[in-house]
Nanobody, 117 residues
Framework: QVQLVESGGGLVQAGGSLRLSCAGSGSIVNVNAMGWYRQAPEKQRELVAT???????NYADSVKGRFTISGDIARHIVDLQMNSLKPEDTAVYYC???????????WGNGTLVTVSS
């Protein structure tokens, strides 16, 4: 059962931009925050950015000033604008949503971002 669907990944040259989008299905309920994580080859999954229902955003130090998260948590929509991309940003990017009421983490299947040097 697909609950979060990502789109917007692809291949881009260093210095370029991409925009990732994520939309949740109706089976997702009581979401308090949404965000993006990424996993590079042979590395652990790491947080990229999150946003709460109140609009508070949090970023990994490695992407501050380059990436911007936005969304409508009530509609289960979150986007990630990625500028000034670097080869080290290459990874599979996963959309995430969290329900504190039910203690549930929702994940998308991921979208691949490849940044060439």
């Amino acid at each position: 059962q697909v609950q979060l669907v990502e789109s917007g990944g692809g291949l881009v040259q260093a210095g370029g931009s991409l925009r990732l989008s994520c939309a949740g299905s109706g089976s997702i309920v009581n979401v308090n925050a949404m965000g993006w994580y990424r996993q590079a080859p042979e590395k652990q999954r790491e947080l990229v950015a999150t946003i709460t229902g109140g609009g508070r955003a949090n970023y990994a130090d490695s992407v501050k000033g380059r990436f911007t998260i936005s969304g409508d948590i009530a509609r289960h929509i979150v986007d990630l604008q990625m500028n000034s991309l670097k080869p080290e940003d290459t990874a599979v990017y996963y959309c995430h949503a969290y329900s504190a009421r039910y203690g549930i983490n929702y994940w998308g299947n991921g979208t691949l971002v490849t940044v060439s040097s």
